[in-house]
T-cell receptor, first 113, second 114 residues
Framework: GAGVSQSPSNKVTEKGKDVELRCDPI?????LYWYRQSLGQGLEFLIYFQGNSAPDKSGLPSDRFSAERTGGSVSTLTIQRTQQEDSAVYLC???????????FGQGTRLTVV | GENVEQHPSTLSVQEGDSAVIKCTYS??????FPWYKQELGKRPQLIID?????GEKKDQRIAVTLNKTAKHFSLHITETQPEDSAVYFC?????????????FGIGTKLQVIP
């Protein structure tokens, strides 16, 4: 079946603009994660959705960042008033309840110019 | 919440030598420990995992060990090859409100020198 899909794969935006990044998890996966990975760096946790529970937003770096997950499926990460330091690869991952392997999307490479 | 520490951050080995990456976790309730490999420009992918009722698991040239008492787990790669060069992430996972939440380490960049 289809894996985790992210769009767009690349995004170049001007400083100060808003951007929306999309993640389509594997069908039936109830857990969904967003991570940020700067060039050559590790995985920075941003937000975690688990079923219908309130999301864990503890990793969001500022109030310019927000995320939604509608209908327990597709998720959108929104970055308002983008800054150059927001440039990174944004990775989404999903996992099922009992099968704990996390499957990653290919990422969205965001460049703020 | 869970805290996962990973060492070293970078590791260079000669082809054919062994590589060891170590992680510690803080939450004794964690019960699942996956390892992911991320090749340059690609997404992280699971390479091996271990559950808390097992002390060691091996798959060809890679093995993982788990010490629950010390809250340590390690990845061992033997007879390293250039294609092993990648970033490796450890993770710890536990039940949280009926769901599994995964916490990743910072990653180790492994370079295998031919």
């Amino acid at each position: 079946g289809a894996g985790v899909s992210q769009s767009p794969s690349n995004k170049v935006t001007e400083k100060g603009k808003d951007v929306e990044l999309r993640c389509d998890p594997i069908s039936g996966h109830t857990a969904l994660y967003w991570y940020r990975q700067s060039l050559g760096q590790g995985l920075e946790f941003l937000i975690y959705f688990q079923g219908n529970s309130a999301p864990d937003k503890s990793g969001l770096p500022s109030d310019r960042f927000s995320a939604e997950r509608t209908g327990g499926s597709v998720s959108t990460l929104t970055i308002q008033r983008t800054q150059q330091e927001d440039s990174a690869v944004y990775l989404c991952a999903s996992s099922a309840i009992m099968n704990t392997e996390a499957f990653f999307g290919q990422g969205t490479r965001l460049t703020v110019v | 919440g869970e805290n996962v520490e990973q060492h070293p951050s970078t590791l260079s080995v000669q082809e054919g030598d062994s590589a060891v990456i170590k992680c510690t976790y803080s939450d004794s309730a964690s019960n699942y420990f996956p390892w992911y490999k991320q090749e340059l420009g690609k997404r992280p992918q699971l390479i091996i995992d271990i559950r808390s009722n097992v002390g060691e698991k091996k798959d060809q040239r890679i093995a993982v060990t788990l010490n629950k008492t010390a809250k340590h787990f390690s990845l061992h790669i033997t007879e390293t090859q250039p294609e092993d060069s990648a970033v490796y992430f450890c993770a710890a996972s536990k039940n949280s409100g009926g769901y599994q939440k995964v916490t990743f380490g910072i990653g180790t960049k492994l370079q295998v020198i031919p």
